[in-house]
């Protein structure tokens, strides 16, 4: 072969090369159909015929599930539920966690009872929480009374078993100080502004009163803390909670404001569900932190007090706090409507594409099988404890969840069974620090983590429409 024959074979064949190439490049990219999450995936057998049930169903799910709401019932158990007390931790909230188990049981839904044991805050039954003025010799000359006025157009509700007025998780103990100081709302803001004026050191030993709103009360109590604060009082001041005036034709019962008696309870708690088990469920079995030097609780004693109480503070102040932490049972009454596809299941999927050109719908099986089970629950969830009677707060939401039980059992029992379980949840102890609520969550840990790393796969593959 000549020089010039073995240069143009040479030439030939990498033209020949490149030109195959640039072909094979062009068939993969436009020839062969790519994955991608645009692509529509479609379960077959028996999950598919369930979706055409369901999406034929969906069309007139809502008229026929508002068909058998009924505001009465909602009226009457909200009615039922706010004629007694059901403070967390207390008989009547066992109680009330029994008749709410009882009743779904009768909707026809599976019910379990889940206890926790958790750490919970309660004032003395026979000594109130109380704020005090006294003169130079110790003498008290004037000392809130640590209750509030109960009317009789309140007609014949239990009152002897309403908690008195407390901050739950405020420390046990009595604060005394000749420095009281005013800090509005108890705000980071508030107390830069009083650095501002003064010399923010002169709080060391005081007791600071503020007002409630803004934020959160036990960030106030955590602020005051914070400078060297040895007590907080708290109190609602008329101009949020009394704007059209405080005489008595103004003010609750003869309008929705509050009186100068009134108080507002709640939780001073820094964190979310049981303090001393973080992260973990509140078993009986389950290893506690000490309540000593415990991050979570609050290290100095705080009182609320009617805005009538917080216009006589004068001179020396003493705040006396007989509150105690003490480990209870909680109940979470959990009610499943068990799906027509049940979590648990493995899957084959093809896929649908349309060619770019043509649109020709074309069909290829793809063999994947999903080894890992599918939980994807409906929650509907409220809590059931209250301070007192709870007629807007946990009422409201636990009469419409009751409603929610009735009709999903109601249609259950006329032959429609939802494709998801469904799940509602009558969660404990919430006010003081959304308790119940965490403590599902924290037994269901691996399963929430399973829901999703599913979901996030499914979406990966188009699964989600």
Same mark, same amino acid.
């Given at each position: 072969?000549?020089?010039?024959?073995?240069?143009?074979?040479?030439?030939?064949?990498?033209?020949?090369?490149? &030109?195959?190439?640039?072909?094979?490049?062009? &068939?993969?990219?436009?020839?062969?159909?790519?994955?991608?999450?645009?692509?529509?995936?479609?379960?077959?057998?028996?999950?598919?015929? /369930?979706?055409?049930?369901?999406?034929?169903?969906?069309?007139?799910?809502?008229?026929?599930?508002?068909? #058998?709401?009924?505001?009465?019932?909602?009226?009457?158990?909200?009615?039922?539920?706010?004629? #007694?007390?059901?403070?967390?931790?207390?008989?009547?909230?066992?109680?009330?966690?029994?008749?709410?188990?009882?009743?779904?049981?009768?909707?026809?839904?599976?019910? *379990?009872?889940?206890?926790? /044991?958790?750490?919970?805050?309660?004032?003395?039954? *026979?000594?109130?929480?109380?704020?005090?003025?006294?003169?130079?010799?110790?003498?008290?000359?004037?000392?809130?009374?640590?209750?509030?006025?109960?009317?009789?157009?309140?007609?014949?509700?239990?009152?002897?078993?309403?908690?008195?007025?407390?901050?739950?998780?405020?420390?046990?103990?009595?604060?005394?100080?000749?420095? %009281?100081?005013?800090?509005?709302?108890?705000?980071?803001?508030?107390?830069?502004?009083?650095?501002?004026?003064?010399?923010?050191?002169?709080?060391?030993?005081?007791?600071?009163?503020?007002?409630?709103?803004?934020?959160?009360?036990?960030?106030?109590?955590?602020?005051?803390?914070?400078?060297?604060?040895?007590? %907080?009082? %708290?109190?609602?001041?008329?101009?949020?909670?009394?704007?059209?005036?405080?005489?008595?034709?103004? *003010?609750?019962?003869?309008?929705?404001?509050?009186?100068?008696?009134?108080?507002?309870?709640?939780?001073?708690?820094?964190?979310?569900?049981?303090?001393?088990?973080?992260?973990?469920?509140?078993?009986?079995?389950?290893?506690?932190?000490?309540?000593?030097?415990?991050?979570?609780?609050?290290?100095?004693?705080?009182?609320?007090?009617?805005?009538?109480?917080?216009?006589?503070?004068?001179?020396?102040?003493? %705040?006396?706090?007989?509150?105690?932490?003490?480990?209870? *049972?909680?109940?979470?009454?959990?009610?499943?409507?068990?799906?027509?596809?049940?979590?648990?299941?493995?899957?084959?999927?093809? #896929?649908?594409?349309?060619?770019?050109?043509?649109?020709?719908?074309?069909?290829? #099986?793809?063999?994947?099988?999903?080894?890992?089970?599918?939980?994807?629950?409906?929650?509907?969830? =409220?809590?059931?404890?209250?301070?007192?009677?709870?007629?807007?707060?946990?009422?409201?939401?636990?009469?419409?969840?009751?409603?929610?039980?009735?009709?999903?059992? =109601?249609?259950?029992?006329?032959?429609?069974?939802?494709?998801?379980?469904?799940?509602?949840?009558?969660?404990?102890?919430?006010?003081?620090?959304?308790?119940?609520?965490?403590?599902?969550?924290?037994?269901?840990?691996? &399963?929430?983590?399973?829901?999703?790393?599913?979901?996030?796969?499914?979406?990966?593959?188009?699964?989600?429409?």
């Amino acid at each position: 072969m000549t020089c010039g024959n073995r240069l143009l074979y040479v030439s030939s064949s990498i033209v020949i090369a490149i &030109i195959f190439s640039i072909t094979g490049i062009l &068939i993969g990219r436009f020839a062969i159909p790519r994955w991608n999450n645009n692509i529509n995936w479609k379960p077959t057998a028996q999950v598919a015929v /369930q979706l055409i049930n369901d999406e034929i169903f969906l069309k007139n799910l809502a008229e026929k599930f508002l068909d #058998r709401v009924d505001a009465n019932e909602i009226e009457k158990k909200l009615k039922q539920l706010s004629q #007694r007390t059901h403070l967390a931790g207390t008989d009547d909230d066992r109680d009330e966690a029994i008749d709410i188990a009882r009743k779904w049981r009768e909707y026809g839904f599976d019910v *379990t009872i889940h206890p926790y /044991q958790v750490l919970l805050s309660y004032p003395d039954l *026979t000594k109130p929480n109380t704020v005090s003025v006294t003169n130079e010799n110790g003498a008290i000359i004037f000392q809130t009374n640590g209750s509030e006025t109960i009317y009789a157009e309140d007609g014949n509700l239990p009152f002897n078993k309403i908690v008195k007025p407390f901050l739950a998780y405020s420390t046990n103990g009595t604060a005394e100080s000749k420095k %009281l100081y005013y800090v509005n709302y108890c705000t980071s803001e508030d107390f830069q502004m009083l650095d501002a004026i003064m010399d923010i050191a002169d709080l060391v030993g005081s007791i600071i009163i503020c007002r409630f709103g803004r934020i959160y009360r036990g960030n106030k109590l955590g602020f005051a803390q914070q400078y060297g604060a040895v007590g %907080l009082i %708290l109190y609602n001041d008329p101009i949020d909670y009394a704007p059209n005036g405080t005489s008595k034709d103004k *003010t609750y019962p003869n309008s929705i404001y509050m009186p100068d008696t009134g108080h507002q309870r709640g939780s001073v708690l820094t964190t979310n569900g049981d303090p001393l088990t973080k992260n973990y469920p509140a078993t009986d079995y389950m290893y506690r932190n000490p309540i000593v030097n415990n991050t979570y609780l609050p290290k100095i004693p705080a009182q609320q007090i009617g805005y009538g109480e917080a216009r006589r503070l004068l001179s020396s102040i003493r %705040l006396s706090s007989y509150n105690s932490l003490q480990l209870r *049972t909680v109940h979470n009454v959990i009610a499943l409507l068990p799906g027509t596809v049940e979590p648990g299941i493995f899957a084959s999927f093809y #896929r649908d594409y349309a060619e770019v050109e043509n649109r020709q719908k074309n069909t290829e #099986r793809i063999d994947v099988k999903l080894f890992f089970v599918i939980d994807r629950y409906v929650l509907i969830g =409220s809590h059931f404890d209250a301070w007192t009677f709870g007629s807007i707060d946990d009422g409201s939401g636990t009469a419409v969840s009751f409603e929610l039980a009735r009709v999903f059992g =109601s249609m259950n029992r006329s032959g429609w069974k939802p494709r998801r379980s469904l799940m509602i949840c009558a969660w404990a102890a919430e006010e003081y620090g959304i308790i119940g609520s965490v403590e599902f969550v924290e037994a269901r840990a691996g &399963i929430c983590e399973d829901i999703i790393g599913t979901s996030r796969l499914l979406y990966q593959y188009g699964c989600y429409r």
